[in-house]
């Protein structure tokens, strides 16, 4: 069947107006729109932080890089296991509920950091990092398809992508923090971990003020936005969630561009550090630098998608990417470096877009399907630790490894995306 047309006649996504003649949301949403972009912003700061923590436990607690890619499989291995327990969870209890659960359970491990840095226990923290990534893949699962309903189908790239943005300006946040907390040495003794453990209180305290203050807030009742002809052809021609092959691909899809990020955040500050002769807090600035990038990269990505269908810049940027991580492994001193800073330019887009397009004509679908599409991300709970096999031999040549997952992106944009309802 042609994927342009259901079997009712009636024409799909792809030929119904661009993202750019739909509004962003509509005003009624727009409080609680602003609340689930803020928790956009907060698993970025968790996500980043756990990247700096890779060189400090390198230094206080004299694991290898190989062994501390294993902070990234605690972070995302726990993707794969609260994806469809919190879309089970969000489904039976609502968005809000599991935007509450979400929030407990990062602030529950934020506070585990205490006794795990009393223990001076990588174990320990890695058990701490699994629970507060518990509570960040709930957040995920609720809030794509929570961003997603508020508002028209036809806008929910635009949507995604920028909610997605405030996830950028969190993951600037994250390093910026980790930086002068961690790893300047201006908090507590040289070589301890007083400084992980006064930090994570802090994080734990606000995690828990904003679980209650969005206790509070009156959220409106949401459908799967089916509405007129899209709910006849949901009705007419029925299928499984997995007979919807686009859905299937943005599951590949995320899981190399999870292990993408996973591994080129890992070892952003190893590169600084070996490759430029930075300190690491001057490699750990330059990361949050390199985040400023990604945030720009989204609200320019945002802005291209009025005018280029999102497909098309996703394959783009993915393009881009690949040349990136060639220039970055050759090792060739500023060129290279400036090309790790805009490999995050040209990734920006990359989680929001394949989340958005893979959510595409699932109607009562939509929150399943988000449940696995946020499993995907256990692919950076596997590539860090790949990438730190070559790193600990050379950290430039294991940036060539990324390029497989960037080319596997650039073929769910080129053809993969299509739905076949």
């Known amino acids: 069947m042609d994927h342009n047309t259901t079997s009712a006649g009636i024409p799909s996504a792809a030929d119904k107006p661009q993202a750019g003649t739909a509004k962003l949301t509509e005003r009624r949403y727009w409080v609680v729109f602003g609340f689930v972009t803020l928790l956009f912003m907060l698993w970025g700061i968790a996500i980043t932080m756990g990247d700096v923590l890779n060189k400090h436990f390198q230094?206080?607690?004299g694991v290898s890089k190989a062994?501390?890619?294993?902070?990234?499989?605690?972070i995302f291995g726990a993707y794969a296991v609260m994806g469809i327990p919190a879309g089970m969870f969000m489904k039976r209890f609502g968005y809000k509920n599991g935007v509450l659960l979400g929030l407990s359970l990062?602030?529950?491990?934020?506070?585990?950091?205490v006794p795990a840095a009393g223990a001076e226990s990588f174990g320990f923290f890695r058990i701490a990092l699994f629970i507060l990534a518990c509570g960040l893949a709930t957040l995920e699962t609720v809030a794509h398809p929570f961003v997603a309903a508020l508002g028209k189908q036809e806008s929910s790239d635009r949507r995604i992508n920028f909610a997605q943005s405030f996830n950028g300006l969190g993951t600037i946040i994250g390093p910026l923090l980790g930086s002068y907390f961690i790893l300047s040495g201006n908090i507590g003794a040289p070589g301890s971990l007083t400084s992980i453990e006064m930090l994570y209180i802090g994080i734990g305290v606000a995690i828990s003020l904003v679980a209650v203050m969005f206790?509070?807030?009156?959220?409106?009742?949401?459908?799967?936005e089916v509405e007129g002809d899209e709910q006849s052809a949901v009705l007419s021609a029925p299928k499984r969630l997995f007979q919807h092959r686009h859905f299937i691909w943005a599951i590949v899809a995320q899981f190399f561009n999870a292990a993408a990020q996973g591994g080129t955040w890992a070892f952003f500050i190893n590169y600084g550090h070996e490759k430029m002769g930075f300190t690491d807090e001057l490699a750990g600035y330059y990361f949050a630098l390199s985040m400023v990038m990604m945030t720009v990269g989204r609200f320019v990505g945002?802005?291209?998608?009025?005018?280029?269908?999102?497909?098309?810049l996703l394959a783009t940027f993915a393009a881009c990417n690949v040349f990136m991580c060639i220039i970055i492994g050759q090792s060739l001193g500023w060129p290279s470096f400036a090309a790790l800073l805009m490999l995050n330019f040209f990734f920006s887009i990359m989680f929001p877009t394949i989340f958005s397009l893979g959510l595409k004509d699932l109607g009562p679908h939509t929150q399943q399907a988000s449940s696995f599409i946020v499993m995907g991300v256990v692919g950076a709970a596997i590539f860090p630790f790949l990438m730190g096999k070559i790193a600990d031999q050379d950290v430039a040549t294991a940036y060539y490894l990324p390029i497989i997952c960037y080319l596997v992106i650039f073929l769910f944009g080129a053809k993969f995306y299509k739905t076949n309802r």
């Open 59 to 61: 230094n206080v607690l």
């Open 67 to 74: 062994e501390s890619g294993l902070v990234q499989f605690s």
């Open 106 to 113: 990062y602030a529950i491990g934020a506070f585990l950091f």
């Open 215 to 224: 206790s509070f807030l009156r959220v409106p009742t949401l459908g799967h």
């Open 302 to 312: 945002t802005f291209l998608m009025r005018y280029i269908a999102p497909n098309r």
